[in-house]
C-alpha cells in the first residue's frame, strides 16, 4: 500500500514568490489534515478535510495560505505571497473513516515525509 | 493551545539504558498518542492510550496516562542506537471553537541512543 507522499520535498523561494505543495492521500482515507513545524517548537495543526470539504480550518495562519482538496483525492496548500516567517515544514496526513478505524475507532494519522520550505 | 509539551526537550543515553519522555497538555482528551519521526522522514504512530486507561505497554514500550495531572509518560526500555530519533506526542481532543475533534502535537523529544 501506498503511504501518503508529499511534494516537493525541500522548496526554497524568494520572499513574496508563490509556492503550492501538494499531498497524495493514502487511497481510501476521507480525512486529509495539514500541519506545519517552524524550527524547533510545535508541530501545529492548519486544517483538516473530510473528503473535498474543510471540516476544520481554524489553524491557518493568515489569508496567504489556501489548501483546497478538489474531488477529495489529493490536496493542495499554496503560500502566496511568500513571508520568511512561513519557512518550515509542512507535514500531509491521512486517516480513514472513523467507522473503518482500527484502534477502536481513534484517529490515528499516517503521515508523509514532509515539505521543507524556505523562504529567502 | 492545545498543544502538549514534551519534556525535556532533548536526551542523550547510552545504548542499552532506558529512555523517558514526559508529554504535558491543557484539556481534556480522548485519547493520547506517541509519534516518532526519524530524521527527514514523516512521523510515525507507536503506541495509543485511552483517556480510561493508565497504562499501556507495546514491545519495549510502555506508556503512562494521569488524566488528573493532564500528564503522560513514554518509557523506552533497553535502548538501541535504531531509537535514535525525535518523539511526539499527541492529544486527541475536541476544540472548543469549531467542535471537531483533533491531533494537537507538542514540541518533541529529540533522543540520541549512543552506540
Known amino acids: 500500500e501506498a503511504g501518503v507522499t508529499q511534494f516537493p520535498s525541500h522548496s526554497v523561494i524568494e520572499k513574496g514568490q508563490t509556492v503550492t505543495l501538494r499531498c497524495d492521500p493514502i487511497?481510501?482515507?476521507?480525512?486529509l489534515y495539514w500541519y506545519r513545524r517552524v524550527m524547533g517548537k510545535e508541530i501545529k495543526f492548519l486544517l483538516h478535510?473530510?473528503?473535498?470539504?474543510?471540516?476544520?480550518e481554524s489553524g491557518m495562519p493568515n489569508n496567504r495560505f489556501l489548501a483546497e482538496r478538489t474531488g477529495g483525492t489529493y490536496s493542495t496548500l499554496k503560500v502566496q505571497p511568500a513571508e520568511l516567517e512561513d519557512s518550515g515544514v509542512y507535514f500531509c496526513?491521512?486517516?480513514?473513516?472513523?467507522?473503518?478505524?482500527?484502534?477502536?475507532?481513534?484517529?490515528?494519522?499516517?503521515f508523509g515525509a514532509g515539505s521543507r520550505l524556505t523562504v529567502l | 493551545s492545545q498543544q502538549g509539551e514534551e519534556d525535556p526537550q532533548a536526551l542523550s543515553i547510552q545504548e542499552g539504558e532506558n529512555a523517558t519522555m514526559n508529554c504535558s497538555y491543557k484539556?481534556?482528551?480522548?485519547?493520547l498518542q506517541w509519534y516518532r519521526q526519524n530524521s527527514g522522514r514523516g512521523l510515525v504512530h507507536l503506541i495509543l492510550?485511552?483517556?480510561?486507561?493508565r497504562e499501556k505497554h507495546s514491545g519495549r514500550l510502555r506508556v503512562t496516562l494521569d488524566t488528573s495531572k493532564k500528564s503522560s509518560s513514554l518509557l523506552i526500555t533497553a535502548s538501541r542506537a535504531a531509537d535514535t530519533a525525535s518523539y511526539f506526542c499527541?492529544?486527541?481532543?475536541?476544540?472548543?471553537?469549531?467542535?471537531?475533534?483533533?491531533?494537537?502535537f507538542g514540541t518533541g523529544t529529540r533522543l540520541t541512543v549512543i552506540p
Open positions: 496526513a491521512s486517516s480513514q473513516d472513523p467507522r473503518l478505524r482500527e484502534f477502536g475507532g481513534a484517529n490515528v494519522l499516517t
Open positions: 487511497s481510501g482515507h476521507d480525512n
Open positions: 478535510f473530510v473528503k473535498e470539504s474543510k471540516q476544520d
Open positions: 484539556t481534556s482528551i480522548n485519547n
Open positions: 492510550i485511552r483517556s480510561n486507561e
Open positions: 499527541a492529544t486527541d481532543a475536541r476544540m472548543a471553537r469549531t467542535g471537531a475533534n483533533n491531533l494537537f
